[in-house]
């Protein structure tokens, strides 16, 4: 049963992220090719659609094997491989290999500029030394996603911290932290406010990291009109979806793991902690399909050049990685794919990045402390 589960979880993210990567071409703006700024048209010439298939037909590449080494692992690998999580390390291979496509897509793309600027044909594109040039107005978190929904996540966990609360000193003084498939306890830890709360923790840690990074995400550069505010309610708005939809997975997994903790025989039923995060995965994977094709759309009618669009090719590391001092934005929008990503020009963003790491460390702690206390 683990195998199958295992191979199930694997073949579905190989399978998620090749069709995500062989369709991200269409998702960048249209003066933007694999994170170099060209010709408006320039994905319609011969040249420009030959880089794309050549992409597409390195990711198909990659992703075949990726496949074939997970048919091998799911015939001749040990029961251990999936019992532990070992599984996980496929898809993760998987999705840094990809980054060689892109690469030579990106160096084909480089080429491909360099030759219409040679001719000095580039087709209303922006010049490669234009710096950033954004209408920067006041925008706030609350301009994309009404104040009132931040409400729900905290009454969840409100909700979440008052049931464990409620049932603290009923509860018994070891009490199971992990269950088995089958529902029954396999790991016990003392009872004190980091373990009994541990979920809550959680809670707590992830509205606070995705809290921080949608108001940033809020403020970032972009040009004003209606194409570029839709693209951005529809990020923050499913970051969202996410937030309160991994909230309400870890409350109710906390009221079962309490429930079973003072019951006079402890036991969760069948696979619960297991299978309400895995549709918990699915709806976010086809959450994420249907939000870059409503991207695809708002990108389709609006101007050919963006914020994003503006800036110096120069202060792009491969296309992906934003660096510029003299910028003051902490967050821009990705050139290659859906979001944002961090300046790390500025010093702010290194503090950022700090903040985003020390949340699941912090948490990683509490849980480690709980486990060990006596």
Known sequence: MVRILGVAID????????????MLPIV???AILFGVTVPVDARATPEGRAVVARYRLGT??????????LTGLAVFAPEEWWLYGTSAALPLVYMAALILPYLCAYRATRRLVA???SSGDRGGAAPLDLEPAAALRPRRYGDYVPWAWEVL????IGATVAYLAATYPAAPARIPTHFGLSGAPDTYSPKTVGSYFLLVWMQIGLEALLAGLAFLTAGSRALPGASEASVRRVLLRFVYAIKVGVLAVEGILAVGITAAAIAPHPHLAPGAALYLPLLLVVVILVGTFVMT????RARASAPPLSATDRMNDRHWKLGIFYVHRQDPSLFV???FGVGYTINLGNPLSWLVLLGILAVP???????VLATWAH
């Open 115 to 117: 030759a219409l600027g």
């Open 60 to 69: 198909t590449a990659v992703t075949v094997l990726a496949a074939g080494a």
């Open 361 to 367: 460390m912090a948490l990683v702690v509490v849980g």
């Open 11 to 22: 073949a579905a993210l190989i399978l998620f992220v090749g069709v995500y990567a062989w």
């Open 153 to 156: 996540p905290l009454v969840i």
């Open 293 to 296: 094709v409503r991207i695809v």
């Open 333 to 335: 929008e990705r050139r």
């Open 28 to 30: 960048s703006r249209r």
